[in-house]
């Protein structure tokens, strides 16, 4: 196949002006990544020089086939690792011709909330922990785990290396050098508790941003897996029994939290949560039942609990935070298939702007 | 195989002025892409500098064995992604000795209609839709899909990355790529709503170049696929049942109806196009009824209907189009096995020069 990859590896800049930009938004289930690429005549750096574009809406459950066509508006460019030279990426969302936010554009919402002065001045960080599990392509069974068995039980994996241990880890390694070449602010990757499942983590990143930078590093990795012949799953608990589910801890601060007595703004921050816990468990993923049971280090779904360095607590805050009197906490509720674009605004809304009655 | 991807990749720009000519035809089916190669004494980049040559006719199903020669007339040059350096591919259509275009050179025809004056000033654009399917090999089964049996419904493929919704997406980069690469005017690519099914579009392209630039897309990808491998079909309906087809849509727009005003021209083109919908059909495409059946995002064969974002028409016009009163339209008739240069210079033709 070389002549292949040397055609899949052409550098264009050096024979045209001409740049490939893949379109990328959200389908119809909410966590279905799509996209599509189209020829622009010269580079590109600023998401308001793209063109909107549209697609077939009744193809991803987003529109009926009498009207079909459905807006994408570019937000946030980042360079494209698999084409490389002046090609992108490019986050959109989703709207009607007449210029509304479809109803499973969850983007809009949360950008209003962000632009909002109160949570403007706040500057909320996110570091949002991504974990996920790789399975095997046909039987959807996970990665390096025998056909029709089970391995040996969790204890040796996390964070190891070793062919018994470790399975996927090209992958994992690709996809961090990838997301950096691409701009995206990936910060850490880790093996964890249960064999085949992996963590990568982005931020800090600055209100959207954290949205925008998640859902490009999840096509990121599903662009990656297909090139391994292997299944990207977001499930929150892809194995039942002994075996830790997947989440999508959210780290968080404000400017306030991170100033001289931030400790007391993140301790009545956490009053807040703790009041709408019910709204935000609602939010925070399809399926976290079966993966918040009070169990491998999660919170039951039903409680409410916080605590110093405490993992079994549905919101933990670390050391360092409570040594220095301020710093950030961690929101350790929401699943692996949670939306970003929710989960964070819906945390900034809740303590900056929501005032309990 | 290392030492043969060596002298595969040779420069050889670095050792000769020498070039390679691969001169490229369609053969006696209509579909049939065929192609030979040549060594020239320096550079070219006009086609009217490259020489006619022929080919042994009674190969291909287009001349008697007792008088096979068919003549090649070269009539557009584009880079070659295979070879590179200065080596080129060259678009040519097929003569008699005696030089009248054989039966199926529909170029030809093509070419008279894009010089009639009426059509010149009216300047038609095209953008063509190219959807096919990749097969594997010897079992002709969708690439990606179990052999002897079926992938999950429709639903999560079109657009889609991952292990299990996107097949074959090195063959569709690639081609992108060397499209580029080669001088081809491609707009765009994506994954379709069948498994194993992919789009790529060339244009907006001016005249005659929209036919032979798609034609040389095609033979880059049928090139491509041979070295991956696979085996590339433009079959309208490849997999019965509840499965999509493979069609060709031609968007197409011209001077009058890109200016001020414009959507009273498209509404009045489209009306002469449903007059004629029983001719444009016969030509649109083989096996197009089983393709055309009114589900999965067709109209059926014998209905001319069109409609603003309506996929389910035969003829669809875009919102943007509705709203700034001009732009262009989309003929979604033709079948993935169109010939563009008979589709693009009928479509001027009834447009422009047909009178009801």
Redesign the interface.
Known sequence: ????T???N?N?SD??D?I?AEYIWI?GSGM????????LPGPVTDPSKLPKW???G????QAP?????VILYPQAIFKDP??RGNNILVMCDCYT?AGDPIPTNKRYNAAKIFSHPDVAAEVPWYGIEQEYTLLQ??VKWPLGWPLGGYPGPQGPYYCSAGADKSFGRDIVDSHYKACLYAGINISGINGEVMPGQWEFQVGPAVGISAGDELWVAR?IL??I??I?????SFDPKPIEGDWNGAGAHTNYSTKSMRDDGGYEVIKKAIEKLGLRHKEHIAAYGEGNERRLTGRHETADINTFLWGVANRGASIRVGRDTEKNGKGYFEDRRPASNMDPYVVTSMIAETTILWKPT
């Open positions: 196949m070389a002549l292949l040397d055609l899949l052409l264009l024979h045209t001409k490939i389908g279905d990544i799509r996209s599509k690429a189209r020829t549209n697609y077939d009744s193809s991803t459950g086939g009498e009207d079909s066509e698999f084409r011709p392509k046909d096509y599903e662009r897996t297909e391994a012949g292997v299944v990207l």
